[in-house]
């Protein structure tokens, strides 16, 4: 099993749209997660932390579920410009300090 | 306040060639990073460190190494380029206890022919 896995899309919506996406984790003692957003391939852009039982950010909520080791991502009334890769974040193994990123999730908002 | 500075941005090499990919922040961050992206793909741990004079292979470290002697600089040194390490790299820092977010730099774009 991948240490962090995301599905890769991509996930077409139409402007408007609500929107969810999962990030599953193996390192059970994880306390802390992130999601980022990237353009282009462009440095990732934080979005969100998420350290407890989830996180709320205008139209984006971050949920974390320990019991089933997973994080995700909603986003409601879809924009534009919401169109990136979002990327999540875990530590990874037992290792302190261990950062692995999923293989990020495609996100095309068509008009 | 600089943030995380790469250097290059840009870099072509031939096979077999040797480079350093230069990394420094000014933020007194502990804990830094390596990673790689190739094309429609995640980030790749190259290689981490969670202080001075402490380094640790990540996901990816075959063909890589790097060194930590001040807090601020993280290279990465690439011996005998290959194609397959043509890829666009990410140095990152985060705060002392890695349960902070990432701070990026702009990023290394290196193309190995």
């Known amino acids: 099993r991948k240490e962090v896995e995301q599905d890769p899309g991509p996930f077409n919506v139409p402007e408007g749209a609500t929107v969810a996406f999962n990030c599953t984790y193996s390192n059970s003692a994880s306390q802390s997660f992130f999601w980022y957003r990237q353009d282009c391939r462009k440095e990732p852009k934080l979005l969100m932390s998420v350290y407890s039982s989830g996180n709320e950010d205008g139209r984006f909520t971050a949920q974390l579920n320990r019991a089933s080791q997973y994080i995700s991502l909603l986003i409601r009334d879809s924009k534009l410009s919401d169109s990136a890769t979002y990327l999540c974040?875990?530590?990874?193994?037992?290792?302190?300090?261990?950062?692995?990123f999923g293989q990020g999730t495609t996100l095309q908002v068509k008009p | 306040n600089a943030g995380v500075t790469q250097t290059p941005k840009f870099r072509i090499l031939k096979i077999g060639q040797s480079m350093t990919l230069q990394c420094t922040q000014d933020?007194?961050?502990?804990?830094m990073y390596w990673y790689r992206q190739d094309p429609g793909m995640g980030l790749k741990l190259i290689y981490y460190?969670?202080?001075?004079?402490?380094?640790d292979k990540g996901e990816v470290p075959n063909g890589y190494n790097v060194s930590r002697s001040t807090t601020e600089d993280f290279p990465l040194r690439l011996e005998l380029a290959a194609p397959s390490q043509t890829s666009v790299y990410f140095c990152a820092s985060t705060w002392r206890d890695g349960n902070s977010p990432l701070h990026f730099g702009n990023g290394t774009r290196l193309t190995v022919t």
């Open positions: 974040v875990a530590p990874g193994g037992s290792n302190t300090g261990k950062l692995i």
């Open positions: 933020m007194n961050h502990n804990y």
């Open positions: 460190s969670v202080g001075a004079g402490i380094t």
